[in-house]
């Protein structure tokens, strides 16, 4: 239990160190989506949308102005890195789907309690993904059954989330999706199973892969 729990705290660094590279062309054939996934929009709105619940939880934990523009300025990249989350979580839920992976609602609700009595209580949990993965405190649950999808996808490949094995099976998910992006937000790049750092401003590391989110 413990080596499940600790996987899937750093599951969202390790899917943004390692998942496939963003780069800047493609083709504008939807407009007025951000990217098309399985034939499914994710629309400019949506994702404008999601950006805004994270500035609005981000404005109600820093009060302070000052304070308040740090945050924003160390997350100069929110709006590119929310759509790769966004796509990801389609293309692993494709992937976890064709191995016949499910995750139950007790199931997330077990994680969220334990993680809560880890972190010393929900406000505190809330806090602290906000923090370290820019989530939302309402799509906190959807991002606990992500890395809990992700964690019985590698159990069922018998490998973990770092190795080829898992991100072949992202990559096998994405092409038969056909991810497509808007080109202001760069690519998805499918035979990829590591990300490439471009050095770009919209490029930064959540946290160091052997980093707990709630002690760090």
């Not at 981000?58 to 945050?71: E, F, G, I, K, T």
Request: a neutral charge; one cysteine or more.
């Amino acid at each position: 239990m413990h080596r499940r729990r600790r996987t899937a705290l750093v599951l969202t660094a390790a899917i943004a160190a390692a998942a496939p590279l963003l780069t800047a062309c493609g083709n504008d054939a939807h407009p007025g989506a951000a990217a098309v996934v399985g034939g499914q929009r994710i629309t400019v709105a949506q994702l404008e949308s999601r950006v805004g619940e994270v500035r609005e939880a981000q404005r109600a934990a820093v009060p302070d102005d000052s304070q308040y523009q740090r945050v924003v300025s160390s997350t100069g990249g929110l709006t590119r890195d929310t759509l790769h989350s966004m796509v990801l979580d389609r293309v692993l839920h494709r992937a976890a789907q064709d191995a016949g992976v499910t995750v139950t609602r007790k199931e997330i609700q077990q994680m969220r309690r334990d993680l809560e009595q880890q972190a010393g209580g929900s406000k505190d949990l809330e806090r602290a993904w906000l923090q370290r993965y820019s989530i939302a405190p309402a799509h906190l649950d959807e991002n606990l059954r992500l890395q809990l999808e992700a964690q019985k996808l590698a159990d069922e490949l018998g490998t973990d989330t770092s190795r080829p094995a898992f991100w072949k099976a992202l990559s096998e998910a994405s092409e038969k999706l056909h991810v497509d992006l808007n080109p202001r937000y760069g690519s998805w790049d499918v035979q990829k199973s590591s990300r490439v750092d471009a050095r770009t401003p919209w490029v930064r590391e959540v946290t160091a892969a052997g980093d707990d989110p709630l002690t760090a």
